[in-house]
Nanobody
Framework: QVHLLESGGGWVQAEGTLKLSCTAS????????LGWFRQVPGKAREGIAV???????LYADSMKCRFTITRANADNSLSLQMNNQKPDETGIYYC?????????????????WGQGTQVTVSS
């Protein structure tokens, strides 16, 4: 059974740093595209960054200078290092995956999701 589990969420002050992790199980990890998404209150879920099985990456423009996505096929893990966070980035952060040969930040392209982890950025 395919399963994604996020961890590392919590509280951080504005301009602070936080690192999220995602552990994948139930499929061949190295052959999939993985991504991080978030949903802040009152807004649609949006893509943050994705990485494919060649470790190519794609970032949302507003986050590519502050966030870093990293995957480690050896232990089926994915991480998101978040720097200089802003209060309006408070929300639920999700790990997601699909098996298409596509590097995309589009939510509908992803069909397997973790349960999410809460990130709260205080001012």
């Amino acid at each position: 059974q395919v399963h994604l589990l996020e961890s590392g969420g919590g509280w951080v002050q504005a301009e602070g740093t936080l690192k999220l992790s995602c552990t994948a199980s139930g499929f061949t990890y190295s052959s999939i595209t993985l991504g991080w998404f978030r949903q802040v209150p009152g807004k649609a879920r949006e893509g943050i960054a994705v990485t494919d099985n060649d470790a190519d990456t794609l970032y949302a423009d507003s986050m590519k200078c502050r966030f870093t996505i990293t995957r480690a096929n050896a232990d089926n893990s994915l991480s998101l290092q978040m720097n200089n966070q802003k209060p309006d980035e408070t929300g639920i952060y999700y790990c997601a995956t699909h098996r298409k040969l596509l590097l995309s930040l589009s939510v509908p392209d992803f069909d397997i999701w973790g349960q999410g982890t809460q990130v709260t950025v205080s001012s």
